[in-house]
């Protein structure tokens, strides 16, 4: 039986310890929102991140899978930022297509990632947004990036999504 089933008490309850439950946040703080135009973050990268475990055992190199992760969290945080500024505050952003991806330069343990992300359209239905990562100013990635918007109306996902918000804007879970 898994570790993770002997502290569910209901099925339901199990998806929060499953193996879907580990999520990774790529985002160590935004440094700047500008809605609908701009927003700046940061993912400090670190050996003991999960991540170099097994990519690559004695040359620890970040997947692109995740510094593309990174960026989408950073745009997706931008156009449903967007969709605030329009009065809808229980949007989502799903990552839905990558376009034009290109890794240019390597991401080692001890970077930091510096993450920019430029609005480029934001309607009711999604968004696009152009995302660069970059380290030490050196181009590492770039992507455009498309979300669809999904609702979320359960009251306890909405004040997990605005503390974990708060925590990247801010440094705190409290609202500033």
């Not at 949007?91 to 480029?120: N, S, W, Y």
Request: glycine share 8%; hydrophobic share 45%; proline share 7%.
């Amino acid at each position: 039986m898994p570790r993770y089933a002997a502290r569910c008490a209901r099925p339901r309850e199990c998806l929060r310890y499953g193996p879907g439950a580990v999520r990774y946040v790529l985002l160590d703080r935004i440094t700047t929102l500008q809605p609908p135009e701009l927003a700046r973050g940061i993912k400090c990268v670190s050996l003991s991140d999960d991540i170099f475990v097994d990519h690559f055992p004695g040359h620890p190199v970040m997947p692109g899978a995740l510094i593309v992760e990174a960026m989408a969290q950073l745009a997706g945080v931008l156009v449903e930022a967007t969709m605030r500024e329009r009065g809808r505050h229980d949007l989502h952003a799903l990552l839905t297509m990558i376009d034009r991806a290109k890794f240019r330069h390597v991401v080692r343990p001890g970077d930091r990632l510096e993450l920019e992300a430029k609005g480029l359209t934001v309607t009711e239905d999604g968004g696009q947004a152009q995302g660069w990562a970059r380290v030490d100013g050196q181009l590492a990635a770039e992507a455009q990036l498309t979300f669809v918007f999904a609702p979320v109306t359960n009251p306890v996902v909405l004040a997990r999504r605005r503390e974990v918000l708060n925590v990247w804007l801010t440094g705190s879970a409290e609202a500033p």
